[in-house]
């Protein structure tokens, strides 16, 4: 038997985004798993990471060769770092000072990387005018340092590198991507890093992070 039910209500934009706001999963645990290729020292190196977070507790993180050895292990807490290093049979305790020496970075504390694993992100793609029809190609990019000295990630998708110098080469150029405890927080960082990226033809749009706020 087929029964007639009532047909679906149209919610619209605005409204399916508030319902995703509010069905968000914000569990205890967060697990993770990444494989990374990396140049050091002019040499490549290609190893795996895993990551397991307790909020507000701790964060276990595990790297090792693709051969899938373990070769470092840290544990970080609010106020503690604990590094194993089985490759040199080491072992230390202390605080961030460690972490920040290895990073070459002076400002990561538990809070700084629990917030990676938290809050909201938000990614702006600035394209070529023109996209996704006819478009131009060769206009320099300037201020990706700049963008991500502000705190944004930049990833290249329509780029190359030409004299020296990054161009545009595709229809969708960077993405501009930021990270904040709160969704405004990400979209304001994010629109400051758009407005350092410079290229002829640079276009982008403004609405669709809008609607959520």
């Given at each position: 038997m087929i029964k007639h039910g009532k047909s679906l209500e149209e919610i619209g934009a605005d409204m399916l985004l508030k319902n995703i706001h509010d069905s968000a999963f914000?569990?205890?645990?967060?697990?993770?798993?990444?494989s990374v290729n990396a140049t050091i020292d002019n040499d490549k190196n290609s190893f795996n990471i895993n990551m397991r977070m307790c909020r507000d507790s701790a964060i276990w993180v595990s790297v090792s060769p693709l051969l899938g050895i373990e070769a470092v292990r840290v544990l970080l807490t609010p106020d503690t770092v604990r590094?194993?290093?089985?490759?040199?049979?080491?072992?230390?305790?202390?605080?961030?000072?460690?972490?920040?020496?290895?990073?070459?970075?002076?400002?990561l504390d538990f809070e700084t990387a629990s917030n990676?694993?938290?809050?909201y992100a938000c990614n702006v793609v600035l394209a070529s005018k023109g996209y996704p029809d006819a478009y131009?190609?060769?206009?320099?990019?300037?201020?990706?340092?700049?963008?991500?000295?502000?705190?944004?990630?930049?990833?290249?998708?329509?780029?190359a590198e030409q004299n020296g110098e990054i161009v545009s080469?595709?229809?969708?150029?960077?993405?501009?991507?930021?990270?904040?405890?709160?969704?405004?927080?990400?979209?304001?960082?994010?629109?400051?890093?758009?407005?350092?990226?410079?290229?002829?033809?640079?276009?982008?749009?403004?609405?669709?992070a809008a609607r959520a706020l």
């Open positions: 914000y569990g205890k645990w967060i697990s993770a798993k990444a590094f194993l290093d089985r490759i040199n049979h080491e072992y230390k305790v202390s605080g961030y000072k460690l972490i920040n020496d290895l990073l070459n970075s002076g400002n990676t694993q938290n809050g131009g190609k060769g206009s320099v990019v300037t201020g990706i340092e700049r963008a991500e000295a502000l705190g944004a990630y930049v990833f290249q998708a329509g780029t080469a595709g229809g969708r150029v960077v993405g501009v991507c930021a990270h904040g405890t709160t969704l405004r927080d990400a979209v304001n960082l994010a629109y400051r890093a758009v407005d350092e990226i410079k290229f002829d033809g640079k276009t982008y749009r403004r609405d669709i």
